[in-house]
């Protein structure tokens, strides 16, 4: 007698989809529950398919699922956001795109993403939100996404002297803050505004995230330490990238 499989039910977002033949789709889910997980839509492109406009990147809401041989299928959606804004802007459907790459890439199996899931959802109703620009948007999103994995840059403390830095450089070597005097390599220099603006972005709770704006120049130097310190924190090309654009 075989063991009936079960309904399992989780909350979530489809990060990506691929297209299996001319009627199936596998999709990759980030959910609450289980992780990053693979489940396969059969019958998702077929015109009277109930998975029609619910197997699709952005989606949001809750999947019943069923483990079977070691794969899941899903069986039902019932969703909460298609995030269709996002996709009717080309230039912020790309960033959108990123952003679930992003988190694809460090997502596992069975690992608590709760703050990846809220942070892809203050994140787009960032890019809906027309106050803040979506570049701004997506360096926030990155240096969040470190700070979520432990892997935030110090951004208080010099690690020459251990005093606290109002202005000065980023060490990359160290990846931290340091003063001008205590600086010994090659480093990115960093106003005190920026220096706040960090420290803002590492300690705020992911609802009070997007809650400001920058100057050019702080821009300017955010996103020039952000895209050295991406560089050496990931080995890895995100191939959503070249879509976006400056
Ligand atoms: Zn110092």
Redesign the pocket.
């Known amino acids: 007698m075989g063991i009936k499989a079960q309904d399992i039910i989780v909350n979530g977002i489809i990060l990506s989809t691929m297209d299996l033949g001319e009627a199936d789709k596998r999709l990759v889910l980030l959910t609450k529950q289980l992780g990053k997980i693979t489940v396969f839509a059969y019958g998702a492109k077929r015109q009277k398919s109930p998975f029609i406009a619910a197997a699709n990147p952005f989606v949001c809401g809750e999947f019943s699922i069923v483990s079977t041989r070691g794969a899941y299928r899903l069986k039902s959606v019932r969703c909460d956001n298609y995030f269709r804004e996002l996709m009717e802007e080309y230039n912020k459907s790309c960033y959108a795109f990123y952003f679930l790459e992003f988190v694809s890439y460090f997502a596992m199996e069975n690992m608590d993403c709760t703050d990846y899931l809220n942070l892809l959802y203050q994140s787009f109703k960032a890019l809906i939100n027309e106050e803040i620009p979506d570049k701004l948007v997506r360096y926030i999103f990155e240096l969040k996404m470190f700070t979520i994995n432990g892997e935030a840059p110090e951004v208080y403390k010099?690690?020459?002297?251990?005093?606290d830095?109002e202005n000065?450089y980023f060490s990359l070597i160290r990846k931290c803050v340091?003063?001008q005097?205590?600086a010994d390599m090659k480093n990115i220099p960093l106003g005190p505004s920026t220096i706040y603006t960090l420290q803002y972005i590492i300690s705020a709770s992911l609802s009070r995230l997007y809650c400001f704006k920058v100057s050019n120049e702080v821009y300017l130097e955010f996103k020039k330490m952000m895209d050295e310190y991406r560089r050496i924190m990931v080995n890895y090309t995100f191939k959503s990238e070249v879509f976006l654009t400056e």
């Open positions: 010099c690690f020459n002297c251990q005093e830095v000065g340091v003063h005097s205590c």
